[in-house]
């Protein structure tokens, strides 16, 4: 029998778990906050809700416990025990028609659904409802500050979600119609140029989008994947999917589903693995292409009109595969130039500070091991090591770029260098995948990447393999192996 678990039970479910305490020394302790973290959790999602609610679908506010589960409960707690407590745990799905239709039925029942796209694997949830990003932040313990991507397939959905674009209906004095018309024909042009694409774009959002996806901000990110497996799964979905990369926050983000199972494994998530035959089939063998290509997260560019004049700016927010270059390219082909001023404002901000974009925070992409950059005087093995610095060295990974470290190649317990021939391409397709690998060196407690410094501004990936290994190391640069 399942039963919707009353204020009456549910106070009875306390005190059972009580009883049991007293003489199990807090043996339930766990339980109880879980229950507790449940609806703490549900109650602050449905402030956001509030917001959207003609937007949302409808979910129920109980909590569901069959009824023998409650009665293994009050045993348990009876007999001084911890009850056993299900974990839920992520699935693996195949690239089948089937499954692009049952993973699609999930989003939009509020569940969710991690998929690879050109970048990263993501983390995805119904967009526009509050309920599922709610729980997009809980799965990966991501801080409310840190906004979502809206994925879409269509540039006309993507302009749907910015209010430039949904405005002109309304009343406006000539200079916000104008700086409305500027924006929206920026945006158009930008969606048609690079959308399908590792491009995000972020402008002021329609006032129908949950602010819980924008961290208060007013900004909504969005983009289109150029990834088949994305985009079968947005259009099974039938709803835009709001997407961080699916790993807990800070960790380094997946390439691979096994990257994602690793971190997420004990979430309530359906992970699409292209690897996986038919159903009750065996992984494919190694040496299949990567599924991420590109492997690092989109360029994020933030469209903004200044205040009183219909001129405008796009700033890059973070560094991806788009180069600023090719941004400024696409403005002068359409006649923009004059309007808008292209510029790099790349932060890095403590969690507590509320951003437009993603990847903002100083510590990120990171390894379960501390990481340090070695700075530009220690490149190359330019002085001597020190016995100290050998013996550290010794349970140390290092991993490279373009030959910079080389020296110290056997000192260390492992090497791997992202390109030696420099190539940013080659380098950024396999960061994540490379940072992850220096976590499982057994007997390692330190990583070591080198500070690069670029002589080209304008080369996007070099740029964004740079932001990539600055954040891994929180922007700790050493000169001594210590």
């Known amino acids: 029998m399942i039963i919707g678990v009353s204020a009456i039970t549910y106070l009875r479910l306390l005190l059972l778990c009580m009883i049991g305490a007293v003489s199990s020394a807090f043996g339930n302790r766990s339980l109880i906050h879980k229950h507790i973290h449940f609806h703490r959790r549900h109650q602050r999602a449905l402030a956001f809700s509030s917001l959207t609610s003609s937007m949302s679908p409808p979910h129920s506010g109980e909590t569901i416990l069959a009824m023998s589960e409650v009665e293994d409960i009050g045993v348990a ?37 991690s998929f690879p796209t050109e970048t990263v694997y993501g983390l995805g949830c119904h967009a526009l409802d509050p309920l599922a990003v ?24 993507a302009l749907e979600l910015w209010d430039a674009s949904t405005s002109m209906c309304r009343s406006e004095i000539n200079n916000q119609a104008q700086q409305h018309q500027i924006e929206k024909r920026v945006l158009n042009v930008l969606t048609k140029k690079f959308f399908p694409g590792p491009l995000t774009l972020v402008a002021r959002a329609h006032p129908s989008i949950p602010q819980i996806l924008m961290a208060n901000t007013g900004y909504v990110a969005c983009r289109s994947p150029s990834h088949p497996i994305a985009r079968a799964l947005i259009a099974a979905a039938k709803v835009p999917i709001a997407a961080p990369s699916a790993n807990k926050f800070g960790h380094v983000s997946p390439t691979l589903a096994e990257h994602v199972m690793d971190d997420l494994g004990k979430e309530d998530v359906w992970v699409i693995d292209p690897t996986l035959n038919e159903p009750g089939g065996t992984r494919e063998q190694e040496g299949h292409a990567p599924i991420c290509q590109v492997g690092v997260e989109s360029t994020v560019a933030k469209v903004e009109m200044s205040n009183e004049q219909t001129k405008g700016s796009i700033t890059i927010l973070r560094h991806g595969a788009i180069s600023s270059a090719s941004i400024r390219e696409a403005l002068a082909k359409n006649g923009l130039s004059d309007y808008f001023e292209v510029s790099d404002s790349v932060r890095f901000t403590s969690e507590k500070v509320s951003n437009v974009a993603p990847g903002q925070t100083i510590k990120h992409y990171s390894p379960n091991v501390p990481c ?48 030696v021939e420099g190539d940013a391409s080659m380098a950024a397709s396999s960061v994540f995948e490379t940072l992850r690998w220096s976590e499982r060196i057994q007997g390692a407690n330190r990583v070591f990447v080198p500070d690069i410094i670029l002589d080209n501004h304008e080369d996007a990936l070099g740029l964004a393999v740079k932001d990539k290994l600055t954040r891994a190391a929180s922007a700790v640069t050493v000169d001594i192996f210590a």
């Open 372 to 419: 340090f950059m070695v700075d530009v005087s220690r490149q190359c093995q330019q002085s001597e090591i020190s016995h100290e610095e050998k013996t550290v060295l010794a349970q140390s990974v290092i991993i490279d770029y373009g030959k910079r470290l080389s020296g110290y190649q056997d000192f260390v317990l492992a090497y791997r260098d992202l390109s």
């Open 134 to 157: 709610q729980k997009v932040f809980d799965a990966k313990e991501r801080p409310l500050s840190d906004p979502l991507i809206v994925h879409v397939t269509k540039s006309e959905d």
């Open 77 to 113: 707690a009876q007999a001084g025990k911890s009850p056993a407590v299900e974990k839920t745990i992520a699935k693996l799905v195949p690239t089948t028609q089937s499954s692009f239709e049952q993973c699609g039925q999930r989003l939009r029942d509020g569940k969710l659904v």
